[in-house]
């Protein structure tokens, strides 16, 4: 057991000074030491890419929007709405959806859409 608190203790330590990244003085020896380096910024990975919207993406779905109208959910949420359950819409978004974050994020799409028209 202490050589696991201590592993634990030594990785965190480790974390720390990584984070918490100083300047290289260009000295051999020293707090600072090591060769001057100018820093670059780091490259976007492919995950992270993955969540952008890209621009072509982006048009075709607004123009099948435009085209198509609302769908089935939409027309069922812009009902709740107009009566005034926001919570029950957002429930039932939610339900539809299976995730929290998106299923505000529709319910905020529409209640846009609502204001429009």
């Given at each position: 057991?202490?050589?696991?608190?201590?592993?634990?203790?030594?990785?965190?330590?480790?974390?720390?000074t990584?984070?918490?990244?100083?300047?290289?003085?260009?000295?051999?020896?020293?707090?600072?030491?090591?060769?001057?380096?100018?820093?670059?910024?780091?490259?976007l990975?492919?995950?992270?890419?993955?969540?952008?919207?890209?621009?072509?993406?982006?048009?075709?779905?607004?123009?099948?929007?435009?085209?198509?109208?609302?769908?089935?959910?939409?027309?069922?949420?812009?009902?709740?709405?107009?009566?005034g359950?926001?919570?029950?819409?957002?429930?039932?978004i939610?339900?539809?959806?299976?995730?929290?974050?998106a299923?505000?994020?529709?319910?905020?799409?529409?209640?846009?859409?609502?204001?429009?028209?």
């Open positions: 057991t202490v050589s696991v608190l201590y592993c634990v203790r030594m990785t965190t330590n480790k974390r720390q990584t984070a918490a990244k100083s300047v290289k003085s260009g000295i051999i020896a020293g707090l600072n030491k090591g060769h001057k380096t100018t820093p670059r910024a780091a490259k990975s492919r995950k992270a890419r993955l969540g952008i919207a890209k621009p072509k993406l982006r048009a075709v779905k607004a123009v099948i929007g435009e085209l198509c109208g609302l769908t089935p959910l939409e027309k069922r949420v812009t009902e709740m709405l107009r009566v359950k926001e919570k029950r819409a957002l429930k039932f939610n339900k539809r959806l299976g995730n929290i974050t299923a505000k994020k529709k319910r905020a799409k529409v209640e846009e859409i609502g204001r429009a028209s």
